[in-house]
């Protein structure tokens, strides 16, 4: 479980997070939905010290996280897996050799069993016989999957992923939701998810919060989420004429 | 008081890059790598300019020294000296700034404006430690190397230029460079190398790792990596040379 408690972030004067709390479930997958720019990508930083918060607290199963010493910070990390919103693979490596890497740092595995692992995690995205390219010639949704695959390579107890299913087609996208949805439950992990897709709402929103004008602004589940009267969150939900025709 | 701010950081970062490595054998599979990219990849440019340099050193040596008092193998050894003390690890030290710092600056600049440097730090990895030490472990270990090089291609590119136009003759040239040696010059210009090693490959790993920003600012990254590499070299030659050798 990972609890964040009345933080705050600004850039510049400008407040992006305003006294933000929630709470991210273990074994659920938790996502954070809000517009473009609203402060969702800075909410997940600040979730994993990426950014520094003003104000505050997080907590990772009641340890302290936003006032952990650096050493027993960089212990809890082995434990975070992290999808970011551009990919960040490692641009001197290949495939294989970026899903290889946090193994190869932390583990004592043979290079046999780490490359099982690695095209292990390869498979679950729908990967093959990519192992050998470096990631400037995949296609932006190749490098996304590439990228959560290196993610789980660990088997986290937390992963983060942010906007997994952005630049991919509707059915990979879905592939790449019902496998954070499974893997989630099958370890039994906490996982946080950013998305302004309202498919992976419905598909796999265990626990939804809504960011708007730096507020948490509302929370629920996908069975909520469409009964919902406040008015923010449904121009938001139905902004599409999928989601409205879903509606009638 | 904007450059001590500077000044306060690099030193911080510095401190950063030399915490305990998480892993050792993967360190050392990058410094060898680093070794091949930042070093044997300079050779041809070294031996390039060693060899001109040299030629170009014992031309004017020869035009300069006409005076009957002064003997004609003092063409060789004042080439030598001059390649000893200053050119090779001066020079080419400026020049590998310019090569190896804006490499090194741009590569971490772009690591950091595309999150792999954030991606790093997630898995609980030193993003300092893990980028920026095995290059000056490298840079230190190989430039000894490239410099005492140089000072061969470069005496040897002297007598070349010497004989090859007839200002002097290989037998004078070489007693030249045989004469008055000063085993110590070598020591000097060694630990020179070091520190410029050092200095170029530290500089450049901080002003690509607090790049800031997109494309452009990894260009002005780079920029600056090689030109304050560039000043401190200048800078600590003079510290160095009224150090080792009044
Ligand atoms: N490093 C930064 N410095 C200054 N401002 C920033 C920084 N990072 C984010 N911001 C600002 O914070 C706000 C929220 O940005 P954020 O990236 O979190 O949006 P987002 O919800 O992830 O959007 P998207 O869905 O487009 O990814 C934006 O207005 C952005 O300009
Ligand atoms: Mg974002």
Known sequence: MIEARNICKSFGGSMVLDDVSVT???????????????????????LVGLFKIEQGKILYDERIFSAMPSSELKELRREIGMLFQGGALFDSMTVEQNVIFPLSMFTRLSLSDRRDRANFCLQRVNLENVNHMYPAVLSGGMKKRVAIARAISMNPKYLFCDEPNSGLDPQTANVIDRLISEITQEYQMTTVVNTHDMN?????????????????????NKEEILESDNPELKEFVFA???TRRLKQ | MYWLRELGQYL???????????????????????????????LGIVAIISVFMGAVLCIQMAF??????????????????????????????LI?????GSRIASEIGTMRVTEQIDALEI????????????????????????????MFLAIGGGWAAGVATGLVSSNTYIYG???????????YALIKTVVFAFLIASISGYHGFMTRGGALEVGTASTRGVVYSSIMIIFFNLILTQLLLT
Request: hydrophobic fraction near 50%; aromatic fraction near 12%; proline fraction near 5%.
């Open chain 1, 24 to 46: 991210f479930e273990r074994g659920k997958t938790n996502l954070i939905i809000g517009a473009s720019g609203s402060g969702k990508t800075v909410l997940m930083k600040c």
């Open chain 1, 200 to 220: 992976s709402v419905l598909e796999i929103g265990d626990k939804v919060a809504f960011i708007y004008k730096a507020k948490l602004w509302w929370e629920g």
């Open chain 1, 240 to 242: 599409t004429e999928l």
């Open chain 2, 12 to 42: 911080l970062l510095v401190k950063e890059i030399f915490k305990k490595p998480e892993n050792q054998k993967i360190y050392l599979r990058q410094i060898t790598f680093e070794m091949d990219k930042l070093g044997l990849e300079s």
């Open chain 2, 64 to 93: 300069n020294i006409t005076h009957p008092l002064i003997p004609a193998y003092t063409i060789g050894l004042s080439v030598r000296e001059s390649v000893v003390l200053e050119f090779s690890p001066t020079i080419i030290s």
């Open chain 2, 96 to 100: 590998l700034a310019g090569k190896v």
């Open chain 2, 123 to 150: 898995m609980g990895i030193n993003p300092a430690t893990f980028l920026i030490f095995p290059k000056i472990a490298a840079m230190v270990l190989i430039n000894p190397v490239l410099i005492v090089f140089s």
């Open chain 2, 177 to 187: 460079i045989q004469s008055f040696f000063i085993p110590f010059n070598i020591f």
